[in-house]
């Protein structure tokens, strides 16, 4: 049976911001503090046996998905892309977090990701000579916890992947984009795709009932979800919630299917598909600085 997915509109005083298609521009952040927080997000000493990052599980150099596949082969979360996570205002699948900083305080401690504690990401820090020079130079108190986590929420700041031929197009070059992509464009928005995936990140600004689809056994008692930004759709492989499906082009089929109670031609795949290809971005300025 066909179970139309009913998505939760979040209501907030900037709701009519990201209700609508508008394109992705630069974050203002700190450069200096966003350098320091690309420090510590590739810094393995961090963990508790110093063996992996924040890199670790959203990889941001090899295919800059800015997620990692080798997580959902352990049969865990599909962890989500980092890329234009500044963009959002709900975080974690079950959107119980609304500011980067909440998010970047939590991700340290989460059993499920660094899996540190604050004293031991505290000492750590101040054991390396060139941490205390930097945060020294920067922070009038030096090394703190809320100093970590402010620096590593000013390079997630940075992570933008903006300037997509989308962007482009919706802002007006209406040669951005191919004729193809314009007709997937259209279909997105007549079969309903738009109702979960709207605003600046196409995503990433409501919950979506998972109804009775069954998308994952792991989902069963979590019927709320967090509906993912399709911005870099085409880079961020696996996909959904524990990354079941690999094939961009086989996910559309189904979610098209199981939520929108479509079935998709041949001709509408091939046009969805050219359009998701019109949303990925450019390599973020901050990746390329060292």
Known sequence: ????????????????EYSSYEPLTVTKYNEEKAMLGKKLFFDKRLSPNENYSCQTCHNL??????????????????????LNAAANYLFYNDAKKTNLKDQVKESITSRIELNSNNDKVVDTVNSISEYKILFKEIYEDGISLNNIIDAIVEFEK?????????DHFISGDDNAISNEAKKGFD???KIGCVACHNGRNLGGNLMQDLGHNKISALDTNKRLRRVPSLRNIAKTAPYLSHGEM??????????????????LSKDEMDALYAFLLTLNGKRPRILNEY
């Open 61 to 82: 150099y090899w295919n800059l998905s800015g997620s990692n596949q080798s997580s959902t082969e352990k049969s865990m979360l599909n962890p989500p892309s980092i």
């Open 187 to 189: 279909i997105f928005n």
């Open 246 to 263: 690999s094939d961009l082009k086989e996910t559309l089929r189904y979610v098209s299917y199981y939520q929108l109670g479509h079935e």
């Open 1 to 16: 049976m066909r179970v139309l997915i009913l998505c939760i509109f979040i209501i907030t005083m900037s709701f009519c």
């Open 158 to 166: 940075a992570v933008l992947s903006i300037d997509s031929p989308f």
